[in-house]
């Protein structure tokens, strides 16, 4: 399994960028997909995430700004940030949990990161 994320780039403050992430490759299903980011010198943390049935989860920092949603259909995540803050610069990470049946288990995945960058 593939992620091959894009969207990334420098925006001001209080600007709006849009990530999106498509999972590729052989599997038999895509469950649970999301975003995570890491800034310099800091842990890597789960910004968003999505199951297959639409069900969301955020971060309280990123709460009424940005917004996850999903197309079953192509496998691809979509992370629409607004309303960003410096704060949020980081290296954003595409994260899916993948079914490979027959194989047993879920299996996790990671995207190549998308740099992120909010300026004051």
């Known amino acids: 399994v593939q992620l091959q994320a894009s969207g990334g780039g420098l925006v001001q403050d209080g600007g709006t960028l849009r990530l999106s992430c498509t999972a590729s490759g052989s599997f038999f299903s895509v469950n649970d997909m999301g975003w995570y980011r890491q800034a310099p010198k800091k842990q890597r943390e789960l910004v968003a995430s999505i199951t297959s049935g639409g069900s969301t989860n955020y971060a309280e920092s990123v709460k009424g700004r940005f917004s996850i949603s999903r197309d079953n259909a192509k496998n691809t995540i979509y992370l629409k940030m607004n309303s960003l803050k410096p704060e949020d610069t980081a290296v954003y990470y595409c994260?899916?949990?993948?079914?490979?049946?027959?194989?047993?288990?879920?299996?996790?995945?990671w995207g190549q990161g998308t740099q992120v960058t909010v300026s004051s």
């Open positions: 994260h899916a949990i993948a079914d490979l049946r027959p194989l047993p288990g879920k299996y996790t995945y």
